[in-house]
């Protein structure tokens, strides 16, 4: 099963689709990236999912169409909230995520205080300067001088590419560097190449969940836990499919690429749904919660899409849930059982 991959220019780069995504650090994860020594910047996070349409957008990935109209009100509740870092990527929406986010910034009194999170896309048929031209207009579109946490956002030509976000912090145009779709062994090479130009890689951004626990099989989430590496876990809730919401009665837009994708499993993933919905008794506990607050317990920070107010505060709550040792494995087991495993397009 897979996602139709979409190759355009873009920038003058050659780009390919994938999506955006958002996490939010209450106490525990603010203790997890203190001790990486990352700094205050990334101790409290939140960041974009379906921002923007165009190719790439909400409209096509998702099936919905979210603009700055929709998506201001958002952006305000997350940072009364005190949440301060946001994500997103050139690629999203084709800049259109990017554009609305830096329209929001400059909502604010003091826009310097939300740190920002953005990636490039390396493919084929491009020259050496193709980040940093990308890095360029990212900024441009999102207001700023610098960015706080700067994704190489796949695997291709890592020696060319990682040692070009080298330059890139040591030239203060960005303040750390995080790898993003890589395998185990592709992850330590980067930060072999990165500890050679004297930098330490900040972090790991890859799809991981109850439907895709690969990077936990792999060694992968334990190595970045052991090397002071922060993971950050996308897709946890597989685009809406593991949160409760979606059913073979009611399933997600049929048109839009994670509907291509899910719809077909909904069935066959429903048992997941309801361990997470029925966890324990006398308390009320959504799957979207559940499915949370399990990737915090297996040593990761999730980034959750966000395009309405009650999905952070349903963020919020999860955060705040810690789960038994006997719950996760249950979890875990009833996952396990579907047999159901689903693995993007571009990994």
Same mark, same amino acid.
């Given at each position: 099963?897979?996602?139709?991959?979409?190759?355009?220019?873009?920038? $003058?780069?050659?780009?390919?689709?994938?999506?955006?995504?958002?996490?939010? /650090?209450?106490?525990?994860?603010?203790?997890?990236? +203190?001790?990486?020594?990352?700094?205050?910047?990334? %101790?409290? *996070?939140? !960041?974009?999912?379906?921002?923007?349409?165009?190719?790439?957008?909400?409209?096509?990935?998702?099936?919905?169409?979210?603009?700055? =109209?929709?998506?201001?009100?958002?952006?305000?509740?997350?940072?009364?909230?005190?949440?301060?870092?946001?994500?997103? @990527?050139?690629?999203?929406?084709?800049?259109?995520? #990017?554009?609305?986010?830096?329209?929001?910034?400059?909502?604010?009194?003091?826009?310097?205080?939300?740190?920002?999170?953005? =990636?490039?896309?390396?493919?084929?048929? *491009?020259?050496?300067?193709?980040?940093?031209?990308?890095?360029? =207009?990212?900024?441009?579109?999102?207001? +700023?001088?610098?960015?706080?946490?700067?994704?190489?956002?796949?695997? &291709?030509?890592?020696?060319?590419?990682?040692?070009?976000?080298?330059?890139?912090?040591?030239? &203060?145009?960005? =303040?750390?560097? $995080?790898?993003?779709?890589?395998?185990?062994? *592709?992850?330590?090479?980067?930060?072999?190449?990165?500890?050679?130009?004297?930098? %330490?890689?900040?972090?790991?951004?890859?799809?991981?969940?109850?439907?895709?626990?690969?990077?936990?099989?792999?060694?992968?989430?334990?190595?970045?836990?052991?090397?002071?590496?922060?993971?950050?876990?996308?897709?946890?809730?597989?685009? $809406?499919?593991?949160? &409760?919401?979606?059913?073979?009665?009611?399933?997600?837009?049929?048109?839009?690429?994670?509907?291509?994708?899910?719809?077909?499993?909904?069935?066959?993933?429903?048992?997941?749904?309801?361990?997470?919905?029925?966890? +324990?008794?006398? #308390?009320?506990?959504?799957?979207? #919660?559940?499915?949370?607050?399990?990737?915090? /317990? %297996? !040593?990761?920070?999730?980034?959750?899409?966000?395009?309405?107010? %009650?999905?952070?505060?349903? @963020?919020?709550?999860?955060?705040?849930?810690?789960?038994? #040792?006997?719950?996760?494995?249950?979890?875990?087991?009833?996952?396990?059982?579907?047999?159901?495993?689903?693995? @993007?397009?571009?990994?």
């Amino acid at each position: 099963m897979c996602l139709v991959v979409l190759w355009c220019v873009f920038d $003058g780069l050659l780009l390919f689709d994938v999506v955006v995504f958002f996490f939010q /650090a209450e106490d525990g994860i603010r203790d997890l990236v +203190r001790s990486r020594g990352l700094g205050d910047v990334y %101790k409290r *996070q939140l !960041g974009t999912w379906s921002w923007g349409k165009g190719i790439n957008g909400g409209n096509a990935v998702f099936g919905n169409t979210y603009g700055e =109209k929709e998506l201001m009100p958002v952006f305000k509740k997350g940072v009364e909230m005190g949440l301060t870092l946001w994500d997103t @990527a050139a690629v999203y929406g084709m800049g259109a995520s #990017e554009t609305i986010l830096g329209q929001c910034l400059k909502e604010l009194d003091d826009p310097d205080k939300i740190a920002l999170s953005t =990636k490039f896309t390396p493919l084929m048929l *491009q020259t050496k300067t193709a980040m940093r031209r990308s890095l360029s =207009k990212s900024k441009e579109r999102l207001g +700023r001088s610098t960015v706080d946490l700067y994704w190489i956002h796949s695997p &291709g030509n890592i020696n060319k590419w990682t040692k070009e976000a080298a330059r890139l912090v040591k030239e &203060g145009l960005v =303040k750390a560097v $995080g790898v993003s779709n890589h395998d185990l062994e *592709q992850v330590k090479y980067a930060s072999h190449i990165l500890e050679e130009e004297g930098i %330490k890689l900040a972090a790991v951004q890859n799809h991981y969940s109850l439907i895709y626990p690969e990077h936990e099989q792999s060694g992968l989430i334990e190595w970045c836990n052991k090397n002071n590496v922060l993971f950050f876990s996308y897709m946890v809730l597989e685009q $809406g499919a593991l949160t &409760g919401a979606y059913s073979p009665s009611n399933p997600l837009p049929s048109t839009s690429r994670r509907g291509k994708v899910y719809n077909k499993v909904l069935l066959a993933i429903s048992p997941i749904i309801n361990v997470m919905s029925e966890l +324990r008794e006398g #308390e009320t506990l959504s799957p979207a #919660e559940v499915a949370i607050a399990w990737a915090i /317990a %297996k !040593g990761t920070i999730p980034l959750i899409g966000v395009t309405k107010e %009650k999905h952070i505060h349903s @963020a919020v709550s999860a955060m705040n849930l810690n789960l038994h #040792e006997d719950e996760v494995k249950r979890i875990d087991q009833t996952a396990q059982a579907t047999g159901v495993r689903i693995k @993007a397009s571009w990994e």
